[in-house]
């Protein structure tokens, strides 16, 4: 498949036994059909479809941003913009914490860039042991669709970093679709806003880096070129899940 | 996702510089887009919205005995719903108080202002008279809820047409006739609020600024030979107004009104 | 499929007898929900939101094994000439009832237990057949939300005019008297295979009758099921149909 098209629950995607039927697609005797509304993808022999929308589905590894929206004796709740919140437990948190300490620690409203380590669907368990993740200080948070966040990140994070090279920001994706973006000047954050808009508008046009790389210039007088953003080491921003460029 | 505090932290820290995420200016408001005649069962109705804000009103008009205070003056009932078509924190079921407390707030903002003459809906001098419903649905919430709905009721009002009335069966015919209802356009009153924001305060608000203002002041204003006029006013949340804040808000709308006022009259009265 | 002894021999807006209204369709109208969607046929519009999975309130509400569907359906007070109060009506929670079985065919929520999918539907105007417009466009609002469906479900309100069978009815046809009077018969069906998620008539019918007013449904429901697919695939675009 050339251009990737829309489909739509209940079409016939493509006819013939040797495909295989994957994330959002069921076979129906010859036909593979779309359990989903999103882009019909084949690659190998191997259909699917590539959600266009949908709430964020969290899965183990994933690394969420969400904000304590509770605090128990035993942890905090998360609220990421899924179908459930997430629990962090008092003994995922890299140092001990007292009864009664908690708040102190993490209190209502604060924000949380933390890994999913566990989730049955029902129960989604976080953990910010790892370094890099922990309380979030400073910036702003964007919200975006998160079935664009492989966009957001590019192909090995070659996206989100030409947008750090571009504005000077710091940034995090979350895979929930909530990014954060911090700097010392509110303007280069704002400024990471509107290309990471942008993006998320042209998302499924084709030569996507090469029209950021023309709006970058266009709006802020930068020429600035992907392949020559040195991907930096911070392991903060190695996102898990799926990149797909 | 509920409103973290670096994000709030963040919007006041740029609203004190008298900037917004959005660009705007703190008096500044987005644009406006109305549709006329969003339902042909309805004697008037519009579509208006701001931004992204949406918001839907309709007039229906009904015959009813006068209240005994006023034998010959028509009456005015006005509703609005904030659903959960509009917003994800919006309930199914029972109307918020935020509704309530909006729906009365439009309210009063028409009927003091004198807008609605209302010895002009007088059928039968005790026995019977016009009752103008003006029923207000929130679509889309992207802030601002409280001036969109009370502009959208406005321009479904000054663009309703009185059904046909048939005196001899004394009832209210399905058809419209050309006449609009009695309103006296230089009485008229818009609505508008006022967030305090940090230290600041700003016009339309986006979600975000309304979900962290400290309070909001609406207020709905007339033109009195050139003066403001104020003929309702609502202090909403809990935070509370100095003296130095009170102020300011009224410094503002003085600043803010002529321009406002123009444009309201603009998108009325077309 | 007029009989010659039937009262009703054309329709008032020159229709032919298995002839829909004018369809629009358009996804995308409500930018802060999940889904979203208009369906108008003729005079008669339907705006449908979609808002989840999410978090069910209230608690007790929870399925533990699978998200469940809820479906609130209300009609605008200035929607039809006599003003309805604003809220829900016994009526429009009936209407919100089986149509939620309707959807509850096709959805598959097996991956969001204690959660919820909340289906709004509001009309704004109406002329006859709200809750087939409601239902084209939830299933329009659903899909595009990214909810898990198996297919499409797509609704027609099938009249019985007399001895006439009509597909689309308008109010006018809801309001004959002669003969057998209007029989209205709102069905709506599965795209793929073609099952009957819902289904309610009100009036009187003979069994022969009530196949050919299926067979009717069928036909009209392909070509709405076209116009929904169009309209999905092309967002925030104005199908006409």
Known sequence: ?245 | MSMPTLQKRRIIEYIKQGKRFDGRKLDQFRDFEVQLGISENAEGSCSVKLGKTEVYAGVKMSTIEPYPDGPNEGTLSVTLELGAMADNDFDLGAPRIEAVEMARVIDRGIRESGIIDWEKLCIKSGEKVWQISLDIYAVNNDGNLFDVAALAGLIALAHAKFPVYNEKEGKVEHELTNTPLPLKKEKMSFNLTVHKVGDSFVLDPSLEEEEISDYRLGMALADNDGEVRITAMQKGKEGGISESDMESILKLVEDSFKGLHKKVTEMVWK | MAKTESAYKKRSDGRKFDELRPISAKVGVVPSADGSAIYQSGKTRALAVVRGPRILHPKHMENPEKGILRFTYQMMSFSVWDRIKPGTSRRGQEIGKVSEWALNEIVDLDAFPNSVVDVIVQIPQADAGTRVAGLNAAAMALAQAGVPMKEMVSAVAVGKMDRTLVADVDKEEEDFEEGEGATDIPVCLTSRTKKIALLQLDGKISIPELKEAISMAKKACAKINEIQMKALKEPGKEIKG
């Open chain 1, 1 to 245: 498949m050339e251009e990737r098209k829309i489909v739509v629950p209940g079409e016939t995607i493509i006819q013939g036994d040797e495909f295989l039927p994957g994330d959002g697609t069921r076979r129906e005797e010859k036909d593979i059909v779309a359990c989903r509304y999103g882009l019909a993808d084949l690659s190998d022999r191997l259909v699917r479809v590539i959600p266009l929308s949908g709430v964020y589905v969290p899965r183990r590894g994933n690394v969420i941003i969400g904000t304590i929206v509770g605090v128990t004796f035993k942890g905090w709740l998360v609220d990421f913009g899924s179908h459930q919140n997430g629990f962090l437990n008092v003994a995922e948190v890299p140092r001990y914490i007292g009864k009664g300490e908690l708040r102190d620690f993490l209190d209502f409203g604060d924000v949380v860039c933390a890994k999913v380590f566990s989730t049955d669907g029902n129960n989604i368990d976080l953990s910010i042991k790892l370094r890099g993740f922990g309380k979030v200080e400073g910036g702003q948070l964007i919200q975006v669709n998160p079935n664009k966040v492989p966009r957001v990140i590019g192909k090995e994070g070659s996206m989100v970093n030409l947008i750090k090279e571009a504005t000077g920001c710091d940034i995090t994706v979350g895979q929930n679709g909530v990014v954060w973006v911090g700097s010392e000047k509110i303007e280069n954050e704002l400024a990471a806003r509107k290309i990471i808009e942008f993006i998320c508008e042209n998302s499924f046009v084709a030569g996507l880096t090469e029209k950021v790389e023309n709006f970058i210039e266009k709006e802020f007088g930068k020429k600035i070129k992907s392949r020559d953003v040195q991907p930096q080491s911070e392991e903060k921003e190695e996102p898990m899940g799926e990149v797909d460029a």
